[in-house]
Antibody, heavy 122, light 110 residues
Framework: QVQLVQSGAEVKKPGASVKVSCKAS????????LHWVRQAPGQGLEWMGW????????NYAQKFRGWVTMTRDTSINTAYMELSRLRSDDTALYYC???????????????WGQGSLVTVSS | QSVLTQSPSPSGTPGQRVTISCSGS????????VHWYQQLPRMAPKLVIC???ERPSGVPDRFSGSKSGTSASLAISGLRSEDEADYYC???????????FGGGTKLTVL
């Protein structure tokens, strides 16, 4: 069955960087776009961008351009999201999610990771 | 402030029908598909409606979606206690070149 398993919780200081991983199984990793979505405590969902695991191409939401980097390692079916220059308001649960369209971007998500909590605190 | 505005949190008793609305503009809902997610407490979101009114496999037919102009709605009939969750609408916005989520609506089943 399709699974997206994310890395564990992280605590970071303001100004630091964090790298969250998302390991895919149960399907061909390179055949589906992966997106990243975050959710601050008690708040709504915020789309951050996507990566094409086949080509490595990325597209980031305007807000995150310049400080988010999405990469992948096809040898281990894993995608990564790195956020730099962390601030306290980056404290959130970060989700990876699979695009239902495969390599046709549809911007809706049929499988989600369990979320990775990133806490930014001095 | 969210680009997509969702209706205030409704409540209902088991068996009732409730509707959650999502209001946008010509650059998002007016031109693009709307999708709906259910988020149970402490869980990842789950897709319940895609492309305005399609139900993914495994989603009960108690869930239905519709769209008209720049607004969309999610209806849940035959309300059950397990429907108590946060619901989010989502749509691509051409002007902002990004996927937008509504602010969320908490459904309470009394």
């Amino acid at each position: 069955q399709v699974q997206l398993v994310q890395s564990g919780a992280e605590v970071k200081k303001p100004g630091a960087s964090v790298k969250v991983s998302c390991k895919a199984s149960g399907y061909t990793f390179t055949n589906y776009y992966l997106h990243w979505v975050r959710q601050a405590p008690g708040q709504g969902l915020e789309w951050m961008g996507w990566i094409n695991p086949d080509s490595g191409d990325t597209n980031y939401a305007q807000k995150f351009r310049g400080w988010v980097t999405m990469t992948r390692d096809t040898s281990i079916n894993t995608a990564y999201m790195e956020l730099s220059r962390l601030r306290s308001d980056d404290t959130a649960l970060y989700y990876c999610a699979r695009d239902r369209g495969g390599l046709l971007l549809l911007y809706y998500f049929d499988y989600w990771g369990q979320g990775s909590l990133v806490t930014v605190s001095s | 402030q969210s680009v997509l505005t969702q209706s205030p949190s409704p409540s209902g008793t088991p068996g009732q029908r409730v509707t959650i609305s999502c209001s946008g503009s010509s650059s998002n809902i007016g031109r693009n598909y709307v999708h709906w997610y259910q988020q149970l407490p402490r869980m990842a979101p789950k897709l319940v409606i895609c492309r305005n009114d399609e139900r993914p496999s495994g989603v009960p037919d108690r869930f239905s979606g519709s769209k008209s102009g720049t607004s969309a709605s999610l209806a849940i009939s035959g309300l059950r206690s397990e429907d108590e969750a946060d619901y989010y609408c989502a749509a691509w916005d051409d002007s902002l070149s990004g996927l937008m989520f509504g602010g969320g609506t908490k459904l309470t089943v009394l």
